[in-house]
């Protein structure tokens, strides 16, 4: 696949497949939607990434959104060449529900690309976590 930019609706399938290693897709996100300087996703609950209290880990948190805004990042005319920077606060435990992962970017930049993530529960919406990154182009 020719992975020239930008990551579109069209594309994102293929680009996710192409691009990621074979153990972040096995997360399981789905649901991709996407548009210029914006994509989301859905992580689903799963054993596989949870503590023993149930809550899904932020280490598989924290890739899902490096994942999610390396899409985002590349929704613009470049391609990323890949994360910079990551910040996350946890707000409360990722427990009960599946996680809707939203990355918007803040700026498209000559070197960077600002990008802000909110996770939340797909069903009540509620913030889990928030995160900052920043790729390099």
């Not at 399938?13 to 939607?33: H, I, N, R, S, T």
């Not at 996407?34 to 924290?62: D, K, N, V």
């Amino acid at each position: 696949m020719d992975l020239k930019a930008p990551l579109t609706a069209a594309n994102m399938q293929a680009w996710y497949e192409a691009v990621y290693a074979p153990w972040v897709k096995a997360q399981g996100l789905c649901d991709f939607e996407a548009r210029e300087g914006w994509f989301a996703a859905r992580l689903p609950q799963a054993a596989g990434m949870q503590f023993s209290s149930g809550a899904i880990c932020g280490q598989a948190m924290m890739s899902a959104i490096d994942t999610v805004a390396s899409m985002a990042a590349c929704t613009g005319d470049r391609v990323t060449k890949g994360t910079v920077y990551q910040h996350t606060h946890f707000v409360r435990p990722a427990k009960g529900e599946d996680l809707w992962f939203e990355a918007k970017v803040q700026r498209f930049g000559k070197a960077l690309a600002l990008i802000d993530v909110r996770v939340t529960f797909v069903g009540s919406g509620e913030l889990v976590a928030q995160a900052m990154l920043e790729f390099a182009f």
